[in-house]
């Protein structure tokens, strides 16, 4: 089949700290909201990080049965409910061929809630006492899988595990199926629940967590001020269409996946390269694949963690893939000043956001930016969301390992 199949967005569906749909997530994104309060799943006595961007008020009734409930980890959960949102709203359901609808959806961890629970109870109870769902509960395709049997989706049902950058990863891959003809409609996205004990530790003392107790002052990319990620949780869920499959049956869209950039580092397993090597090739490719011209409006939803080294090499990356004044002119934001680092999820939810972005005409922004930062001095749309008509979004992530990806949409 030809390489030039179009691809777009027919569907979405989330659940975030923002919200328990895509509308809600977006509503809070453009208005400044923020998602980030005290860890309420586990007593944090004795950790030093506190703070968390934890799933209010999920329903899994809704989406799961009470059995499917205990068999299932809280990120698959997400998963599916997320995904089940995304399939209702593109109306996908019997209109493609059960062997050419794949599912392709990330995580960076998988069901770390459940391997900490079930080695807990090995220490303390013998291996006895171990669940048999474990292993299926714990590996991280299971999101894929149990989105893959509920639709009936016989194509590829893949994970994508690349630490931060799960969620673009999944979604690029996904256009990629569909571009080159091996599927005609993805249900893609990505999926954390990783806000316990083991994960908190091991990031606190790897220096990458903020340890501040105040809520506003906690995640802030790009500000003078930051000194680490707020841990997020929760899911968000795309489905990707064939263009002329779409147009066929009426589907909404939201827009077109257009470009996609993925690259290694090659540097080091937890920092970019200084020089951001690899960031500012992902972004080259996709903005090469979306047709990018000087004359684009450009909005960048930046990975822009809130970690020194971070939004300072990102900063350098943008800068290198649009030139200075591409880079100045461009609007430039950090959503997970709201939702806080949802690890494998951010991707997903980012590239939520730059598609309401590109409908809506509006940029939400980064909030708690007070400090600005000689190393950091692109507009990033500081604490209020400004109205522009862009023509271009691109969605950086950039992971442990050195991974790193971005996406190109467009308005169709």
Not at 48 to 62: I, N, R, S, T
Not at 128 to 134: D, I, K, N, Q, Y
Not at 363 to 392: G, R, S
Request: glycine share 12%; charged share 20%.
């Amino acid at each position: 089949m030809s390489e030039t199949r179009r691809v777009v967005v027919t569907g979405l569906g989330a659940i975030t700290p923002l919200g328990s749909n895509a509308p809600e997530t977006w509503k809070g994104l453009k208005s400044g909201k923020n998602g980030i309060g005290p860890i309420t799943l586990f007593d944090t006595e004795g950790f030093k990080a506190k703070l968390g961007a934890e799933v209010k008020d999920f329903d899994h009734k809704a989406y799961l049965e009470v059995n499917d409930v205990l068999r299932t980890d809280r990120y698959a959960q997400f998963a599916v409910a997320a995904a089940q949102q995304a399939v209702a709203e593109s109306g996908i359901a019997g209109t493609v061929e059960p062997e050419r609808f794949a599912v392709l959806f990330g995580t960076g961890i998988g069901g770390i809630s459940t391997f900490e629970k079930e080695h807990t109870k090995l220490l303390e109870k013998g291996p006895r006492r171990v669940s048999a769902l474990f292993v299926p509960m714990m590996i991280g395709n299971m999101a894929a899988g149990m989105i893959a049997i509920r639709h009936g989706c016989r194509g590829s049902a893949m994970p994508a595990v690349t630490a931060c950058a799960s969620g673009s990863n999944a979604i690029g891959e996904a256009m990629r199926l569909i571009r080159h003809g091996y599927a005609d409609a993805v249900i893609t996205g990505g999926a954390e629940a990783a806000i316990c004990p083991s994960a908190i530790a091991g990031f606190v003392n790897m220096h990458a967590l903020s340890t501040s107790q105040d809520p506003n002052a906690a995640s802030l990319p790009f500000d003078k001020r930051r000194g680490g990620f707020v841990i997020g949780e929760g899911a968000a869920a795309l489905v990707l269409e064939e263009y002329e499959h779409a147009i066929s049956r009426g589907a909404k869209i939201y827009g077109e996946v257009c470009g996609y950039g993925s690259t290694c580092d090659a540097h080091h397993i937890t920092a970019p390269h200084p020089e951001a090597r690899g960031g500012a090739q992902a972004m080259l490719e996709a903005m090469g694949e979306a047709a990018y011209t000087e004359a684009d409006v450009v909005y960048i939803n930046a990975h822009g963690t809130g970690t020194p080294a971070n939004d300072a090499v990102e900063t350098i990356a943008v800068k290198k893939a649009l030139g200075g004044d591409g880079a100045r002119r461009a609007y430039v934001s950090s959503t997970k000043s709201m939702t806080g680092h949802m690890l494998g999820a951010a991707g997903a939810v980012e590239a939520l956001a730059c598609l309401y972005a590109l409908n809506e005409g509006v940029i939400p922004p980064t909030i708690h930016l007070q400090e600005p930062d000689e190393a950091c001095d692109l507009n990033y749309v500081p604490n209020t969301a400004v109205k522009a008509e862009i023509t271009l979004a691109l969605s950086n992530s950039l992971g442990f390992g050195g991974h790193n990806a971005c996406l190109a949409f467009r308005k169709v």
